[in-house]
């Protein structure tokens, strides 16, 4: 009785030690026999004895276990004397100092493709030959003439910006540039770019058009980049607009807010005339149709062309013209010798006159 | 005397085979006795003796009779004492845990 209340409440060590070892040999078991039911199925199924290869072929891929080798039994810094050819300057170099030099030769990565396209630049001039390098004249030549053309432009309307900071003989600077367009040495163009910024010269005609019939486009002193705010935006005038608009896409092209009339007239002048006509427009804003066939005859004797109208209104004119516009009437004038900067043209002034 | 023994042994045997079953603690054991046996190579001893077995009664002939006669007593005998006493250990704490119950 005293036995088997001990055995029901709980079991002694000796007891549990030997629970303990049955269910020990009954997992071991267990493992034994799954063992033997996986390997009599690979015995079946024939692929027991697939990974056992003959004891030659083994003894060829055993592994090599010496100092100074490594498990293939081959000497192990080997590789250190190891060159690769370079595939861009068929150089032998390290392999430990391939991929750097690699980068470096092909131009990957920032400084690198500065470096690189150093290189290449220099080597192919040290290659050309002189014909190669009249081609370069001419490729330059159209490059030169496109830009001196629009420097032109750039002048005559810098000189409606910047009055302070030019000298009163740039215009006539700037006008005998233009007609000697051919002969102008290489520099110039190099100036241009330099003035203008690198900004629009990525654009194709194309997106500067739309560029400029959507935003406002005034290329800033400081950035040299285009405003991008809207057509209408306040921190630049609309004279600034004009003027870059006329810089970029040629006189001929219809501006927003200048009356068509002004466009007849100027069509009719030779195309000089026309722009510098053009960039007196744009000096004096919001022309009235009205005044816009007098203010031409004295652009032209401005420009000692126009001789037709009479001398009280020209006279009349000119004073009122080159109070606005001194800078552009100047162009060709020398009877101005000092430019003015142009007031704000306001309507009245030009009621008054008529 | 002896025989009410014997059965009060085997219910508690019963009792704790079944309490063995029920937490998951056999399939544990299990588990974990297969990857230690594994893991000490006792896998690949017992396959190299299988092959001698198999190659002294030829292929076609072998049954998983013989294979359990053959490897079961050196399967026993090739445990490592540590994989065995970790194993042990496990079941003494699990029976502490429940032979209250």
Known sequence: MKMEEMSLSGLDNSKLEAIAQEIYADLVEDSCLG???????????????????????????????????????????????????????????????????????????RNSSRIANRRIANSNNMNKSESDQEDNDDINDNDWSYGSEKKAKKRKSDKLWYLPFQN?????????????????????????????????????????????????????????????????????TDEQRRAVRIYFLGPSVVLPEVESSLDNDSFDMTDSQALISRLQWDGSSDLSPSDSGSSKTSENQGWGLGTNSSESRKTKKKKSHLSLVGTASSLGSNKKKKPK?????????????? | MVVSKMNKDAQMRAAINQKLIETGERERLKELLRAKLIECGWKDQLKAHCKEVIKEKGLEHVTVDDLVAEITPKGRALVPDSVKKELLQRIRTFLAQHASL
Not at chain 1, 74 to 94: D, G, L, M, T
Not at chain 1, 342 to 353: L, M, V, W
């Open chain 1, 341 to 354: 900067p142009p007031a704000p043209p306001t309507p009245s002034i030009y009621d008054d006159i008529n």
């Open chain 1, 35 to 109: 063992f033997c039911f996986e390997v009599h199925r690979a015995v079946k199924c024939g692929y027991f004895f697939l990974d056992d290869t003959d004891p030659d072929s083994m003894k060829d891929f055993e592994i090599v276990d010496q100092p100074g080798l490594d498990i293939f039994g081959q000497v192990f810094n080997q590789w250190k004397s190891k060159e690769c050819v370079c595939p861009n300057c068929s150089r032998s170099i390290a392999a430990s100092r391939f991929a750097p030099h690699l980068e470096k030769c092909l131009g990957m990565g």
């Open chain 1, 168 to 236: 009163p003989n740039s215009p006539r600077r700037s006008k005998s540039l233009k007609h000697k367009n051919g002969e102008l040495s290489n520099s110039d163009p190099f100036k241009y770019n330099n003035s203008t910024g690198i900004s629009y010269e990525t654009l194709g005609p194309d997106e500067l058009r739309n560029l400029l019939t959507t935003q406002c486009g005034v290329i800033s002193e400081h950035t040299k980049k285009m405003c991008t705010r809207s057509l209408r935006c306040p921190q630049h």
